[in-house]
């Protein structure tokens, strides 16, 4: 046993491994490859890669996004990149790419399915009917989703050919096809086909099936709106069936026009009401979506058939029936638990209407949700996945998600799986900008501290989506919820992010108008704190921020704020913080350079009855302003009462406990410790660092050492002129990184034992 737990362990490594290296070729493509003439790339050097990577290569490309027309052409080399089963299913591969890069394989398997970039089934068929090893080698093709167009081979004066030129052929996929009654003919002359899937095709005469009476084991004919058969005629065809072990009829219960569905609920009426001896192989039938099977016809074909494994029964208003339960290795699809629904969503994946219907039923299983199902947030990503532009299919998924990942369930989800899922969210909010409910849904299952601080996603987009959104819509609740986001987001996004994301002038106002709403009418919420936070986040060492916020009128109206909630610490630390951004900024310090202003601010540095946090904010937009004497426009005497009360006030100011503030570098607080600077000035930045250094030593130390500012507190220490209580703190910082680079050198230092 515990060699194959190693052996089982070693594999599980390898596959880990594979995806890693898998990864890292597809983001280092261009690196690797050289241009053709055509512009088609090849890689400059490549070793011969083992077959099945080379297959995980071109469905690693096709999952990324990154497979077209140039990058497909590096498997034009069928030396060392062998192709058996390829998938290129949603990519933008023209029809000259796929013949120059894929046919010249002896495949095994092709999916091409909805393949854009104007590929046709003839061109597929065609292309790998040249390749004569591809005529037998070939069993499983899918071109779900193409336009045949066969009358193109005519025109190009190419000798036609069809589906039974691929004589190897085991699996055929044709649903969402033009396949007509003639193309059904030629597939019949395939002598070894065991599975067709000709769902929602043209095909209106199923005869031709008789041909394949020996072979032919799985049948899916779902939604057929064009077939023109009696019940009796259609039941005699596949009454000749004889080793069909899978039928699907199931049909689309959302259509409008129902009047082919009358004559196919008859067909499956009599095949339940018929007898055991025909199609004695089934052991799966599906036939979902039809209205007018009875519960007493379904229980006699489940008792005639012990042998069934299957029975498809969603949106037919009997998979509730009491003798399906007695059946314990019957899977079932319906909506009559929670087994049922979820093997729709598998089995359905690709069938937008059923996916529809099961997420419905699993909206309602998942409103009082308690226990984390990672296994059921899997299949609502995959159904929104497969079925990326229908609105029907997000309303619900959405709200589901949230139904899955509200309060603590998201916390026991795997990362990689909220990652994909809150990309998905994002996507649906990209792609129904318009629809409120949609935004709505995205927007709950978004307001979660544990997945907005913990989960990797695509933050600046979010937090645009978001913005968007928060302007056409004034409803408090969700104001209250974009709000919190946005200023949760914008404090994960890097400098680069958020000045990029400040651009855009229309956010500051649309923030600074929910601030202004709040303040007219003195409310303190959690909307107003949001909106001060995101504010406060988006000017932090960014001056072009900083400069739009003062030109929004920002600035007086953060001076009413701080007059009129004088109460409220909360808010005026927001505010403090914002204006201590600005006065980082040299070209934007005259901006503040206001007596009224200033003299409260400094009253608030002053007042030993406020808290540490306001105090500290108003000391650090006091010491920016007075670091730089040359731009000092007011009274002189000011000036100096600024500097004596900086000294005078931190020295009473008590250890803070919590994290009172973050810093993303320590850039703006070099020009206050220069030896040169006045002593209130350089206390003010040493008690700034050491406060947050004490509290998170590990990152702090590393940032200052790369930033360059242990060497001027170093020189601070140093200095003659420095002031004791100055000194003392920078000695304290600089034994803080010594201790911490000590742990991390002995950490480093250390060796594994071996197991």
Known sequence: ?????????????????????????????????SRRADGSMFLRWAPL????????????????????????????????????????????????????????????????????????GANVVSGLAANMECRSSLQR???????????????????????????????????????????????????????????????????????????MKSLIIHRLQHLAMSPSRLLFVLGQLHALRHLDFSDDHFAVDDSHMREGDETVRQLLEGSSQFLPSLVSLDISGRKRVTEEAVQAFVESRTGLVFLGLLATGISS??????????????????NQVCEALRRYRDRECFTREALVHLYSLTTDMDKPRPDMLQLVLSGMQSHPTSLHVHLVATACTFNLTTQDLAE????????????????????????????????????????????PFDKYLAATLVINWLSSHEDPTLQRMAVA??????????????????????????????????????????????????????????????????ECQGLELYEEVLESYYTEPSIQQKVLGLLNNIAEVEELQADLLEEDLLEHVLSLLQ????????????GGILAQLTSRPQGWTLDEELRSTILKQLHTSIMTWTRVEREMVSYRSFRPFCPLLQTCQPPGVQLWAVWAIHLVCSQNTSHYSSMLVMEGTTELLTALAAHPNTHSDIKGLSETILQMVEHQNHLEASSNQAEPRNS
Not at 427 to 439: D, E, G, L, R, S
């Open 1 to 33: 046993m515990p060699c194959f737990r190693s052996f089982s362990g070693d594999i599980m490594k390898f596959s880990l491994l594979c995806e890693l290296c898998l990864a890292q070729v597809c983001c280092s493509l261009d690196s690797l490859c």
């Open 49 to 120: 890669f083992p077959q099945e990577i080379a297959d995980q290569l071109l469905g690693k490309m096709a999952a990324t996004g990154i497979l077209n027309d140039t990058t497909v052409g590096i498997f034009r080399n069928c030396k060392e990149l062998r192709l058996r089963r390829a998938s290129i299913s949603c990519c933008p591969v023209s029809a000259e790419a796929f013949h120059l890069a894929l046919c010249p394989h002896r495949l095994q398997e092709l999916d091409a399915s909805w393949v854009s970039g104007g590929l046709t």
């Open 141 to 215: 093709l899918s071109i779900n989703g193409l336009h045949l167009d066969w009358e193109s081979l005519v025109e190009d004066g190419r000798v036609p050919v069809g589906f039974s030129s691929l004589q190897g052929l085991k699996t055929l996929i044709l649903a969402n096809t033009d396949t007509n009654d003639a193309s059904l003919e030629d597939i019949c002359n395939l002598p070894q086909l065991e599975t067709l899937d000709i769902s929602c095709s043209g095909v209106s005469d199923l005869t031709a099936l008789i041909k394949c009476k020996n072979s």
């Open 321 to 338: 029936s009491d003798g399906l339960c007695s059946h314990e290795k019957l899977k079932v699809t319906g909506e009559a638990n929670e």
């Open 412 to 455: 026991a989800m795997p990362v990689s799986l909220l990652t994909s899922t809150v990309t998905q969210l994002l996507y649906a909010m990209k792609t129904f900008p318009n629809h409120h409910q949609v935004q709505k849904n995205c927007l709950l299952a978004l307001c979660s501290d544990y997945i907005l601080q913990d989960v």
């Open 485 to 550: 986001v946005i200023s949760i987001l914008v404090a994960k996004l890097s400098t680069e992010q958020t000045a990029q994301l400040s651009k855009d002038v229309f956010i500051m106002k649309q923030l600074l108008a929910i601030v202004q709403q709040k303040a007219m009418v003195g409310v303190v919420d959690s909307t107003l704190k949001f909106a001060l936070s995101a504010l406060w986040n988006l000017t932090d060492e960014v001056p072009a921020a900083a400069r739009n916020f003062i």
């Open 607 to 618: 007042d030993t009855q406020v808290e540490v946090g306001v105090r500290y904010f108003a």
